[in-house]
């Protein structure tokens, strides 16, 4: 038994309870699916590859600065324009192309801050357009992060715009403490070490309040986490926190589930197999991934280039030849290809290490 058996739709972008279903197997056969952030199609293809061979589903995001550079950087972006343009165009993209790797994708969307709510109506106005015309959202899910907010604040207009997707079965993931580092755009290099950490009490409250308006919800708990990468030691992760979350919502709720409530790992570039493996025990479902496949993708341009260089001088003459053409050197889909591989291994190394590989 794997995955698609459980599935209603086997491949393409998955939807509804099929994305319950899969979190739901996740959590039960204790596995992780990365979440990729995709920039371009070039990097949506590199990452659809390596699950595809890993036999594998995956979770395909864009962030607002990612679904921005999909529009393309000559567009305005002052309004959010570029990014509702940009994350529409992309979604329309992996809908057509998932099919052909014939693996289920959650297409989802990375980190909203409020001063990005706007960029996320967009994207919601899309999803209640293409609901109405097949019955289903555009994207599989989205994540709202009101992590900087107060929790009142962050928990309550979650809990808005979960009710705006539910009529659609449409998953939301929220955040609370926050993730440090950079992303985006985002700093949180400096925030209160204590903010790193989220308590019991507070995912208690998050499952209590939207629990009763849609069942389509995961947390991104804080527990050490930190986006980009570090020397080992500087940051303090403690996965052992999402335990003590789980334990205490089961007593509260009186749930017989060990695991009721679908946990997210945020910043997981740099992190060790062991600490990957034990956040997994505790049910998360979903790592997010982006730095390492950042430098994993620049890793295989900048090698062919260095490599190539006496061949990529000159449109005419290299090594082999004064009147030798280097044509078959410089065409993009040559270059950008080698990325793509390097990147396609960084993804495929992933799915072994959240243990989601031969898992369809």
Not at 2 to 24: N, W
Not at 184 to 210: C, F, R, W
Request: charged share 25%; aromatic share 8%.
């Amino acid at each position: 038994m794997g995955v698609t058996d459980v599935l209603s739709r086997k491949e393409g972008v998955i939807v509804g309870d099929d994305v319950v279903k899969l979190f739901k197997y996740c959590q039960e056969h204790r596995f992780a699916i990365p979440a990729i952030n995709v920039t371009s199609s070039s990097t949506v293809v590199a990452s659809l590859e390596a699950a595809r061979d890993k036999k594998s589903p995956v979770i395909l995001q864009m962030s607002q600065g990612g679904a921005a550079y999909f529009a393309g950087k000559g567009v305005a972006n002052d309004k959010q324009q570029a990014s509702i343009a940009g994350g529409v165009a992309g979604a329309h993209y992996i809908r057509s192309l998932a099919p052909s790797y014939g693996i289920p994708v959650v297409l989802h969307t990375d980190h909203c801050a409020k001063k990005l709510l706007p960029w996320l109506d967009g994207l919601l106005d899309a999803d209640e357009a293409h609901f109405k015309a097949h019955g289903e959202p555009l994207f599989s899910s989205h994540m709202i992060d009101l992590s900087e907010e107060d929790k009142e604040t962050n928990i309550s207009t979650t809990a808005k715009y979960l009710e705006r997707a539910a009529p659609m079965k449409q998953w939301l993931e929220m955040e609370i403490g926050i993730t440090g580092g950079e992303e985006d755009g985002v700093n949180n290099e400096d925030v209160d070490n204590s903010a790193l950490y989220t308590q019991p009490e507070d995912i208690y409250k998050i499952h209590e309040t939207l629990s009763k308006i849609s069942p389509y919800f995961s947390i991104a708990a804080a527990f050490g986490n930190v986006h980009g990468v570090y020397k080992p030691g500087n940051v303090k992760l403690h996965p052992e926190l999402l335990s003590k979350h789980q334990q205490y919502v089961k007593e509260k709720t009186g749930t017989s589930e060990d695991k009721p409530v679908f946990l997210v790992f945020h910043g997981g570039s740099g992190s060790t197999k062991e600490e990957y493996d034990e956040a997994i025990g505790y049910g998360v479902v979903k790592v997010n991934l982006d730095t390492d496949l950042q430098f994993a993708y620049l890793t295989g341009i900048r090698d062919y280039v260095l490599s190539k260089k006496d061949y990529l001088q000159t449109r005419v003459g290299n090594p082999d030849g004064g009147d030798k053409p280097n044509k078959k050197h410089f065409d993009p889909r040559v270059w950008v290809r080698e990325g793509e591989k390097t990147m396609s291994t960084r993804v495929k190394e992933a799915l072994d290490d959240f243990n989601a590989a031969n898992q369809l």
